[in-house]
């Protein structure tokens, strides 16, 4: 496949997978005390995670589309996002 149908995949990846992670990072950052330690852990994956749009937005540009960088970075953030998004529905709550 070309370069730049592949960063246009992984650039969609991200901002579907982005409709999860935005409202998690937004609910564990309003509801998070200043005790909690593994909630403010979370946030900072998720907030990687949101991180990548700018990314993708760039990569849906015809400027950037043949981008390796781009291609590179938004692969290993849509499987980093694809593993935490299985590991946060697989897990049962601990409240």
């Known amino acids: 496949m070309k370069k730049t149908i592949l960063n246009k995949i992984f650039a969609l990846l991200i901002f579907i997978l982005n409709l999860y992670f935005i409202p998690l990072t937004i609910i564990n950052t309003v509801t998070t005390s200043k005790a909690a330690g593994f909630s403010l852990l979370g946030i900072a994956f998720t907030f990687v995670i949101n991180l990548l749009l700018v990314t993708s937005a760039l990569a849906l540009r015809k400027k950037h589309s043949n981008s390796l960088t781009l291609l590179i970075i938004n692969f290993i953030g849509s499987m980093m996002?694809?593993?935490?998004?299985?590991?946060?529905?697989?897990?049962p709550l601990m409240d």
Do not use: Q
């Open 81 to 91: 996002g694809i593993a935490l998004l299985i590991l946060l529905i697989s897990s």
